[in-house]
């Protein structure tokens, strides 16, 4: 009698064993930036999900701790570079608690806007590549058009388009640029016809329709459970926007509305995201309208960089000035967590000082990393075309993610 | 011990009838609350806090205090949806090899945080499921974020070979 698994032809073997296990990443392009999952498949099901990140850690925590207060501002602008003006608030208003200043109203006033404008830049790019990434090509080039209006704003504003490093400790770089109320007007003016070409495009495409209603789909208390924060959770049905339930830089000064939907599903947080467009040009609307003068910088010459005439004609100035640019300031010894919400969901900066003039820890509650947790439990059971739909309705950066 | 202020506020008496004794100290300092609970029991207070309405654990870190003794300063953020309020608690360890009950059990969403504190500080989480790297490749020699650890230099010489 011959060994039965002697006769088992090569194809036999193989055809019993029921699942493979495929690397997607880190070179895939719809995870967006490089991150990897192994997928355990049955198939075209997914049967296990194993998100790999760290690719791009570059160890910016660690490196905070060897700058002066103001030299981390920089450093924020990296970790999410689709909305660094959030990362910049965000870290400049945890150290603002430690020193306890006040921030005249133009400073929040214009911090609250560019924001508001950068959130809108940061979910063109969400929209552009979550479109593409199912196949709607044009949506692409549409939103990256737009966000180029957008660019050419916080370039005129700060002088950079990306790596803005707009907010100081105490206010903001420079004040707004001669003109820039005409600049901005026109991009509040044009974009809401834009958002109805988008949905116009999307909303009721029977083929996004069909890739995006009942994928992905999370309930609220794992959604809650597993860290996930923002539009996500949005789309689940809670109504929690930082913004609104613990207003910072003067948020309850603006009226806007807290777009949410029920389903949890990709379609919910893409309508949720639109929603929000919506929301944010109204908050930058007011902004614009409502801009009250005076200075840009709260009144702390010890903290904020002299006027260059002020600089040339007083001692006091000068000596300020020679402190600030050679040592740095001191920041009084304590902890504090600030957050605001970010266009991915609450961004938290923990920043502890020991009284120096470097901090002590600098730990960025990113909300990329908290949402990316679920992406196991989500892509399980699911199709393998339907997990890069799901993905894209995440919106994670992986620079935000690895830090 | 524990300020009059402190001792008022909702959590903290919450917490004194549930977990007697597991606040050893806390302060209310610019706005915002921080209990330093016996890293002994950190997973009984999450669990408290959880049935507490305390939905969400923000986020973990750690903070090094080298050179002093307890150098780890466990940091839990903790966030209350339904109250709109928010507590953060620290728990000290130290010694050669720190470790600390894993809160993964009680809220999941700390799962790749304590890895993330594993990873760069060194501090071990009992229970926790896959207590590997996260960010760090897994061959890494030390943790980075320790203060000890140098942010100049090269791992290995390039110029001898």
Redesign the interface.
């Known amino acids: 009698m011959a060994d039965t698994a002697i006769l088992e032809t090569p194809s036999a073997a193989l055809s019993r064993r029921r699942t493979m296990t495929l690397n997607m990443g880190p070179q895939h392009p719809s995870t967006h930036g490089v991150l990897r999952i192994v997928l355990d498949l049955d198939g075209e099901v997914i049967l296990k999900a194993v998100a790999d990140?760290?690719f791009l850690?570059t160890?910016i925590?660690?490196?905070c701790?060897?700058k002066t207060w103001q030299q981390v501002v920089p450093l924020t602008d990296r970790v999410d570079y689709l909305s660094n003006l959030a990362n910049n608030l965000a870290y400049v208003l945890a150290v603002e608690?430690?020193l306890?200043i006040e921030i005249p109203p133009r400073a929040q006033y214009l911090r609250v806007m560019l924001t508001e404008i950068s959130r809108i830049a940061s979910h063109l790019v969400w929209l552009g590549t979550h479109a593409l990434d199912i196949g709607a090509m044009s949506m692409f080039m549409y939103c990256f058009r737009e966000r180029e209006e957008i660019l050419k704003i916080l370039e005129m504003f700060s002088g950079q388009r990306m790596m803005t490093s707009y907010l100081r400790v105490g206010g903001v770089a420079l004040d707004a640029p001669r003109g820039w109320e005409k600049v901005v007007g026109r991009f509040l003016d044009d974009f809401p016809g834009k958002i109805d070409m988008y949905e116009n495009l999307l909303t009721g495409n029977p083929i996004w329709t069909l890739r995006t209603k009942g994928v992905g789909y999370m309930p609220l208390e794992d959604l809650?459970?597993?860290?996930?924060t923002g539009p996500m959770l949005r789309a689940a049905g809670?109504k929690?926007d930082i913004r609104k339930?613990?207003p910072y830089s003067g948020y309850d000064k603006f009226s806007f509305d807290v777009p949410t939907r029920t389903e949890s599903d990709v379609f919910a947080r893409y309508m949720v995201r639109m929603a929000e467009l919506r929301e944010s040009l109204k908050i930058a609307r007011q902004a614009l309208d409502g801009m009250p003068g005076g200075a840009f910088q709260a009144d702390a010459p010890q903290i904020t960089l002299p006027a260059r005439e002020k600089m040339k004609t007083q001692m006091e100035a000068l000596i300020y000035h020679f402190k600030i640019v050679t040592e740095g300031f001191a920041v009084p010894a304590?902890?504090?967590?600030a957050?605001v919400e970010s266009p991915r969901g609450?961004l938290?900066y923990?920043v502890?000082s020991d009284g120096g003039t470097k901090p002590?820890?600098v730990?960025m509650?990113t909300p990329s990393?908290?949402n990316?947790?679920i992406l196991g439990p989500m892509l399980e059971n699911t199709l393998i075309a339907d997990s890069i739909a799901a993905l894209g309705s995440m919106d994670f950066v992986l620079g935000d993610t690895?830090? | 011990m524990l300020s009059e202020q402190v001792q008022g506020m909702r959590v903290t008496q919450a917490l004194a009838g549930a977990a007697a004794g597991a606040v050893v100290d806390g302060k209310h300092d610019r706005g915002e609350l921080t209990l330093e609970i016996d890293a002994a029991r950190i997973a009984e207070v999450c669990r408290f806090l959880k049935s507490d309405k305390y939905e969400r654990l923000a986020a973990v870190t750690c903070v090094d205090v080298y050179p002093m003794e307890p150098r780890f300063e466990m940091i839990y953020h903790m966030h209350s949806i339904a109250r709109n309020e928010r507590v953060r608690l620290k728990c000290k360890v130290g010694g050669e090899r720190p470790e600390i009950e894993s809160v993964f059990p009680v809220y999941r969403g700390a799962d790749w945080y304590e890895r993330e504190v594993f990873d760069l500080f060194g501090v071990f989480f009992r229970n926790h499921p896959n207590m590997t790297r996260i960010l760090m490749p897994d061959d890494w020699e030390g943790h980075p974020l320790r203060k000890d650890y140098p942010v100049h230099g090269h791992k290995y010489s390039y110029s001898r070979e």
């Open positions: 990140i760290g850690h160890g925590e660690k490196q701790e060897t608690r430690l306890q809650l459970d597993w860290g996930v809670l929690w339930d613990e304590g902890e504090a967590y957050c609450e938290g923990y502890v002590c820890r730990h509650r990393f908290g990316l947790q690895d830090r």
